[in-house]
């Protein structure tokens, strides 16, 4: 009779002003942790002895653990859980149910409802829940769903509500809360349209050339170049099903993208990286992400100072909106005139912040991702953000990193019979590449010579267009000063797609169901 009685009270102080949920507001009062009281957090070192001495199951579930590389040696208890396992079964803080059910996935929310509902992962969470507190829950991207299953799970969600963050992450919206942050967009208009001759008449002040975005989607498939009607016809029915979509003026530009974290305290800005776009050696999509540069002298002082201006100012507008903790920007360079302008917004973690949690600046502090994690946590903390975004911004905190995210490029479909190990490469003078050693952190791989490979697609699955194979992170740069891949990068490029073989399926209705069942099917980015 108890028990009911015990699981009443329990819930009742988890949602206490003392202890708020995830989605609450925290409060100010000292949090009590056991027979262990903690004052106030207010500086660097209380939030690393916080983490560090963490007792409450944190997890990142996702596709893979790609996005938060190394997130564990700062956070006690920390797990990722992941529907591929990248290290096959060495590493010990990342689960991976052993048992897989046939599912057609269309979205990563689908892959983390999978994963919540799966017997194995419930239990391996229960094993490790305190009562009916089964810890925290982190992802890349989640649903209304995910949400519910966490709720049942007793999970708490670090991050806002899933209905406010799909409001924030539409394009569209985008480019209002930058308008009225004071964060300008590439000149254009917001407009429905319903033919060619609508797309001309709306945007007759923009030029002929121009790109069109719908509101939601992964840039490589949903931006579209259009400087002719027949470029308009590939993508009429897109574009036409579409409430409402951004229209632009094309311009000379280069991509970048920077990673903040809004908080009670104010807006923590990372440093502006450099965006690998459309190389067709790395992705089969125009307009299609597949990697990042992190070095100071990216660009002028300049432009990385407006950059993180225009970054904190949209950081605060978030809060004002309701929306607290991780996000990335893009930027558009314009290298004629050196505007820089609000390309979108992701309101979560990204493929960038596996460079933005490993830099000089995050080890010489905190990662980036522990702002986030304070946030969502029960401590009271009022740090000096100004102080740390001054300290951060300087040149010398920001040491030189580049990732490559390999996909197959080619129209073709096969079973993969081998595939290179994730760990530390090396690649000798003439640019031929080998495997070195085991690995799980980027920052194995010690000087420009050797890269660290996190391998996404491996012997078994299949390997079609636009599958992800995976990703080398290597310190120095990857692009030479006119952002074009250097000597290195392609040499990276090919050795490592060089370790990758396949069998080919040959019936084409093979072929089809292969895709279908593949993890993206070619349809979304599970990174």
């Given at each position: 009779?108890?028990?009911?009685?015990?699981?009443?009270?329990?819930?009742?102080?988890?949602?206490?002003?003392?202890?708020?949920?995830?989605?609450?507001?925290?409060?100010?009062?000292?949090?009590?942790?056991?027979?262990?009281?903690?004052?106030?957090?207010?500086?660097?070192?209380?939030?690393?002895?916080?983490?560090?001495?963490?007792?409450?199951?944190?997890?990142?579930?996702?596709?893979?653990?790609?996005?938060?590389?190394?997130?564990?040696?700062?956070?006690?208890?920390?797990?990722?859980?992941?529907?591929?396992?990248?290290?096959?079964?060495?590493?010990?803080?990342?689960?991976?149910?052993?048992?897989?059910?046939?599912?057609?996935?269309?979205?990563?929310?689908?892959?983390?409802?999978?994963?919540?509902?799966?017997?194995?992962?419930?239990?391996?969470?229960?094993?490790?829940?305190?009562?009916?507190?089964?810890?925290?829950?982190?992802?890349?991207?989640?649903?209304?769903?995910?949400?519910?299953?966490?709720?049942?799970?007793?999970?708490?969600?670090?991050?806002?509500?899933?209905?406010?963050?799909?409001?924030?992450?539409?394009?569209?919206?985008?480019?209002?809360?930058?308008?009225?942050?004071?964060?300008?967009?590439?000149?254009?208009?917001?407009?429905?349209?319903?033919?060619?001759?609508?797309?001309?008449?709306?945007?007759?002040?923009?030029?002929?050339?121009?790109?069109?975005?719908?509101?939601?989607?992964?840039?490589?498939?949903?931006?579209?170049?259009?400087?002719?009607?027949?470029?308009?016809?590939?993508?009429?029915?897109?574009?036409?099903?579409?409430?409402?979509?951004?229209?632009?003026?094309?311009?000379?530009?280069?991509?970048?993208?920077?990673?903040?974290?809004?908080?009670?305290?104010?807006?923590?800005?990372?440093?502006?990286?450099?965006?690998?776009?459309?190389?067709?050696?790395?992705?089969?999509?125009?307009?299609?992400?597949?990697?990042?540069?992190?070095?100071?002298?990216?660009?002028?002082?300049?432009?990385?100072?407006?950059?993180?201006?225009?970054?904190?100012?949209?950081?605060?507008?978030?809060?004002?909106?309701?929306?607290?903790?991780?996000?990335?920007?893009?930027?558009?360079?314009?290298?004629?005139?050196?505007?820089?302008?609000?390309?979108?917004?992701?309101?979560?973690?990204?493929?960038?912040?596996?460079?933005?949690?490993?830099?000089?600046?995050?080890?010489?502090?905190?990662?980036?991702?522990?702002?986030?994690?304070?946030?969502?946590?029960?401590?009271?903390?009022?740090?000096?953000?100004?102080?740390?975004?001054?300290?951060?911004?300087?040149?010398?905190?920001?040491?030189?990193?580049?990732?490559?995210?390999?996909?197959?490029?080619?129209?073709?479909?096969?079973?993969?019979?081998?595939?290179?190990?994730?760990?530390?490469?090396?690649?000798?003078?003439?640019?031929?590449?080998?495997?070195?050693?085991?690995?799980?952190?980027?920052?194995?791989?010690?000087?420009?010579?050797?890269?660290?490979?996190?391998?996404?697609?491996?012997?078994?699955?299949?390997?079609?267009?636009?599958?992800?194979?995976?990703?080398?992170?290597?310190?120095?740069?990857?692009?030479?000063?006119?952002?074009?891949?250097?000597?290195?990068?392609?040499?990276?490029?090919?050795?490592?797609?060089?370790?990758?073989?396949?069998?080919?399926?040959?019936?084409?209705?093979?072929?089809?169901?292969?895709?279908?069942?593949?993890?993206?099917?070619g349809n979304f980015k599970i990174l």
């Open positions: 009779m108890l028990e009911p009685l015990i699981r009443l009270l329990r819930r009742l102080f988890r949602n206490s002003p003392a202890a708020p949920a995830a989605h609450q507001a925290p409060g100010a009062s000292p949090v009590t942790d056991g027979a262990t009281t903690m004052s106030k957090i207010t500086t660097i070192a209380d939030v690393r002895r916080h983490f560090l001495n963490n007792q409450e199951p944190i997890y990142f579930i996702s596709a893979t653990n790609f996005n938060l590389l190394g997130i564990g040696d700062w956070v006690g208890n920390f797990r990722h859980i992941n529907y591929i396992d990248c290290f096959e079964g060495q590493q010990r803080n990342v689960f991976v149910p052993k048992e897989k059910f046939p599912r057609d996935f269309e979205s990563i929310e689908d892959i983390n409802n999978y994963l919540l509902e799966h017997k194995e992962v419930i239990d391996f969470i229960q094993s490790r829940s305190d009562g009916e507190n089964a810890g925290v829950a982190a992802f890349l991207m989640f649903d209304e769903h995910t949400e519910e299953v966490c709720q049942q799970l007793g999970l708490r969600v670090a991050f806002p509500p899933a209905t406010l963050r799909q409001r924030m992450d539409n394009k569209i919206e985008t480019v209002r809360i930058g308008n009225k942050a004071g964060v300008p967009s590439v000149p254009n208009v917001l407009a429905r349209v319903g033919s060619y001759q609508e797309l001309c008449e709306v945007s007759k002040d923009l030029g002929n050339d121009l790109v069109v975005q719908t509101a939601f989607g992964d840039s490589g498939h949903t931006t579209f170049f259009i400087a002719s009607e027949d470029d308009y016809y590939k993508h009429a029915e897109e574009i036409e099903a579409e409430s409402e979509v951004k229209i632009m003026k094309r311009i000379n530009c280069r991509g970048s993208a920077i990673e903040a974290c809004a908080t009670r305290c104010g807006t923590v800005v990372g440093p502006l990286m450099t965006e690998l776009v459309g190389f067709k050696s790395l992705t089969p999509y125009k307009g299609g992400w597949c990697g990042n540069e992190m070095f100071a002298g990216a660009f002028t002082q300049e432009i990385r100072d407006k950059a993180r201006e225009y970054t904190f100012k949209f950081g605060e507008a978030l809060r004002e909106e309701g929306y607290r903790g991780y996000f990335e920007l893009d930027f558009l360079i314009d290298m004629d005139n050196g505007e820089v302008y609000l390309g979108e917004l992701n309101p979560r973690v990204t493929g960038a912040s596996s460079l933005t949690n490993v830099a000089a600046f995050a080890h010489s502090d905190i990662p980036l991702f522990l702002f986030h994690l304070l946030e969502f946590s029960d401590v009271d903390f009022d740090l000096d953000i100004n102080e740390i975004n001054e300290r951060w911004s300087h040149p010398d905190s920001v040491d030189s990193w580049s990732q490559l995210v390999i996909k197959h490029t080619d129209e073709s479909v096969d079973l993969l019979t081998q595939a290179p190990r994730t760990g530390v490469w090396k690649m000798a003078g003439d640019g031929s590449v080998s495997y070195d050693h085991y690995s799980y952190h980027p920052h194995a791989a010690e000087n420009d010579s050797e890269g660290f490979f996190l391998r996404i697609s491996g012997a078994g699955d299949f390997r079609y267009e636009g599958a992800d194979l995976g990703i080398l992170i290597t310190r120095g740069r990857l692009m030479d000063d006119d952002f074009q891949l250097n000597e290195r990068a392609k040499a990276w490029i090919d050795g490592i797609r060089g370790q990758y073989a396949g069998q080919s399926l040959q019936d084409p209705v093979v072929e089809e169901v292969a895709v279908s069942h593949a993890v993206g099917g």
